[in-house]
Nanobody, 126 residues
Framework: QVQLVESGGGLVQAGGSLRLSCAAS????????MGWFRQAPGKEREFVAS???????????DYSDFVKGRFTISRDNAENTVYLQMNSLKPEDSAVYSC????????????????WGKGTLVTVSS
């Protein structure tokens, strides 16, 4: 069994930054793919980013966000933690952000994830 606990959410003004963290308990964290998803009120949950076990491959819902430096996913296997750095935040980024874990080598959809955290709320004011 794997437990995931997110932190780092909060209220931020548009243009601001937040760094989300997800700490995992359980064995073999480094063998899993980790992902971030978000769900805004009244909307479907959507994929944000994921990172392979080695950290060498990352995937983003919108690759331009990564290129522009808006969203960056990273992981520290020694600390059993995955991060989501979010810059230049927009009001439409407001959502509950949840991390998830997958035994698949590549996972970019909710159905591919095996365990979920409860989420952390991000609110971006205009």
């Amino acid at each position: 069994q794997v437990q995931l606990v997110e932190s780092g959410g909060g209220l931020v003004q548009a243009g601001g930054s937040l760094r989300l963290s997800c700490a995992a308990s359980g064995r073999a964290f480094s063998t899993y793919t980790m992902g971030w998803f978000r769900q805004a009120p009244g909307k479907e949950r959507e994929f944000v980013a994921s990172i392979r076990r080695s950290g060498g491959n990352t995937y983003y819902k919108d690759y331009s966000d990564f290129v522009k430096g808006r969203f960056t996913i990273s992981r520290d296997n020694a600390e059993n933690t995955v991060y989501l750095q979010m810059n230049s935040l927009k009001p439409e980024d407001s959502a509950v952000y949840s991390c998830a874990i997958s035994r698949l080598l590549r996972a970019t959809a909710a159905y591919a994830m095996d365990y979920w955290g409860k989420g952390t709320l991000v609110t971006v004011s205009s």
